[in-house]
Structures are given as C-alpha cells and as structure tokens.
C-alpha cells in the first residue's frame, strides 16, 4: 500500500507541473495566433513541424533511455560516464543534421510550396541545437527526480517566451523574433541546469552498452511512428498537397485546443500509471489487476470526458471568444477532432499502450502504430486534395479510432478487461445534462464563455453527486492512496 501512496502523490505532483505547463503553452499559442494571424501563424507551425521533425531524428531515443538506464546506475561516476556519451553523441548528430538542414534548406521549401520558408529554416538551426540539448539536460534531472528544479527553469522559460513575444509582436514584429526568443529561452534552460551540476565528479567515458543502444533504436522507431501519427505529419502534408499557410494556420488551433482539453486532467497519469500498473502485474493477483485497470479507466474517463463534452459543444465561443473570428474555420475542425478523441477515450484509450509495455509486449504497440501510421498517410493523399484541411482531421481521427480498437482487440488476448459501462454511462449522461442546462444562459463574450463554464462544472457536480458513479470498493481504493484525492472524489 505505501507503493500505491507513493504512486498517488507521484500523479499529483506531475500533474500540477502538466497542468501549469499546458496553460503557459496555451497561452503562447494564443498570443502567437492572435498577433501572427492565420497565415503567419500558419508558416510558424509548418516551420515548428520541421523543427520537430528534425529534432526527432536528432534525439535517437536517447531522452527515454536516460530516464531508464540512468537511475540503475548506483555510482555518480557512472552516471556521468553515460551523460557524457550521450552529450558527445547529441552535440555529434546536430552538428550533422543542423549543416544538412542548413544546406537543404531550399529543396525543402519548394516541397513544401513555400519560398519564405527557406531563410526561417537556416534562421531556425540555433533554436533547433539548443530545444535539442535542453530537452536531453532536462530529462537527465528528471532521471534523477528533481523535477522541483525542471518546473521552476521550465516555468520561468515559458513565461519569458509568452511575455517578450506579446510586446514584440505588438510592436510588428515576426516570426524571426518569435525564433530568437525560443533560442534565448532554450539556452537559458541548458546554461541553468549544466550550471547546477556542475560540481558533480571527474569521469572518463566509456563505450554505450549494446542494451542500452537497442533500446534508443526501438524508442527512436516509435518516435518516428508516433509522428506520422501526429499533427507535424499533417501539418507538413497539407502545406506540400495545399501550400495554403491559414488553413495550416486553422488546423493548428483546432489540433492544439483538442490536445489541451482532451490531456488536461489526465496528463499526470502518464508514467506514474505505467509504475503502478508494472507493479500490480507483478504480483500475479488477478483481482487486483483487474481492479487497478478498472480505476485507471475510470480515472480517465472522469477527469478528460466532462471537458471534452462541454468544449466539443461550446467550440464556436472557444474559438471565437479565444482565438477571435480569423479563425473560424476551426470551429468545425476542433469539432471532428473532439468526437474522435471522446470516441477513443471512451473506449479506453491512452490505457492499452500503459498495459502492453507493462506486460512487456512492445512489440505489438510498434506494429500497429506502424500499420495505424501507414493508413493515416494513404488517407491523407486520397483525402486532402478532396476536401482540405477537413481531410487531414478525417485521417487522423480515423486512423487514431483504427488503432485503439486494434490494441483493445489485441489486449483482450492477454487481460480480459471488464469496461465500467454503467460509469461511463453515468459520466457521459451527467456531461450532457449539464451542458443542456447552462446552454439556455446566452453567451457575448469571453466573459459570458467563463461563466457558462463555471456554471457547467457546479451544475456537473450537482447531478454527479445524484448519480453517484463511483462504487464503495472504488472510493475506498482511493482513500487508501491518498486522502487529498479521496476528499475530492468521496461524494461521487
């Protein structure tokens, strides 16, 4: 039980660090949009998807593997071994790959069916070696669990890159200014944190060792899948099939409003749920596996699908009061995007990939990712030069729907997962109710879209507290975690 303690207060730490940082970058995009407008926002997205992508390439999976093969070292002279390998190696990659890019720059634009894009790329190289050598700093403290350290640099980064960029783009300024101040930003985070270790121990490095190589590949494999899952695929499809930069520009807001909504809540229960899954597996008690995947199911469908109901109904005054009315064309697309993720979370998704690395079954996640990644891009050829931007929400939504229903059927041969259906029932009716109720209350501003909120979220309580979705065995299993949690959930 003190595992389970540990685990609970693990989420809600991670949690408040998810949350602060998903509004600061909320309110970064905000600002950009707003000041940017649709088009140049548009190329400031194309221009951050190639950014990612080549960072992608750059990391080789070496984040994920310093999370997982730093803490089993138990000398300091080992850890450093392997810090320092790996910060040869990085330096080594983007040295490559930022002279590649430099270079390449033209070819890229004309496939992308933009010209300005060419200087913005060469001008992006510094933002891209330094975002590249903060996340690796950044995830070596998180290897060592001082995330105190990584909130408050990241923290303070956020902000400054929100703050300067309002004023600068009051005063006209563009997309160049934007990169310089990611660059200062990412260089702050990387002389910070290099600085506070900087008394840790001589060292001579030594060769990596081949488990910890075969790992960064596998990683590296799923990273690259994950991508073409993702919005930087889309993004980069529509402006080489498209070459529209406001419709990039209308995806954008529509994909990073939905991820905002739909992660939220639940963003906290990432790694800690896959420790706590790993370990309840580990104890070979079937009535506690199921049990545990119960309430972590439960869990999600509680904290994302209230949000996601309200925002996916409100989606004209979120945009409109948010955004402004340039972009109203992501009304309908935050519309689709929503329906397909409540779609998804309610089938369990974000749960199958936590239990299949918990069962060691990583394989299966890379192959239909694979397969899940492949349809996405057919899709998007066949369906955005039909129906644009539309098209590429279609595929995505879709090609999302296909994979987790293809990891639940492939579950079920391993865990035979019981779905609360009478909770889910309980929680989506509740939604709906509340949302029906405060509609007749008319909305002018963004004011008014507050105060619709706030009325949906005491109007939710109410009708939860009437239902009451949660069993005795539930809320008596939260108790036992945590009491700061249980006190919150304990009339529903």
Known sequence: MHFIKKASNGYLWNQLLKFFEFALIFIFSVILARGLGETQYGLYSTLMSICAVVILFISTGMEEAIISFLPKYSEAIEKQNIVTLFLQLRIGIFILVATLLYFFAPIISTILNNNELSNLIRYS????IFSSLANLVIHIYIAGLDLKTVFIVKTISLIFNATCSYFLLIRGQGIKSILAILTISSAFIV??????????????????EKNIMKFCCNIWLINIINFILGKQSDILMLSSLLGNQAYIGYYNVAFSLKSNISLLFISG??????TTVSRIIQSKDEKKIHKTIDVLIKMAVFLSIPLTIFSMINAQHIIMYIFSDQYAPSIQL????????????LMGGGIYVTLFYAIEKSNIVLVLRLISGIVNVILNLILIPEIGVCGAVIATGFSGLMLISSEMIWMRKYIKIKYPVQFIFKIVFSSLAAAAIVSIFPIYDLVGLIGRAAGYGLTLVIILYLLSPLTDEDKQIIANAN??????????
Do not use: E, N, T
Request: charge should be positive; charged fraction near 20%.
């Open 125 to 128: 190289v510094l933002y891209i």
């Open 269 to 274: 229960l990432g790694g800690v749920g896959l």
């Open 483 to 492: 009491q700061v949690i249980y006190k919150i959930i304990k009339y529903f």
């Open 334 to 345: 935050l519309q689709i995007f929503i329906g397909f993720d409540i779609i998804c979370r």
């Open 191 to 208: 002389i910070v944190l290099a600085y506070r270790a900087r008394h840790q121990p001589g060292f001579r490095p030594r060769r990596i």
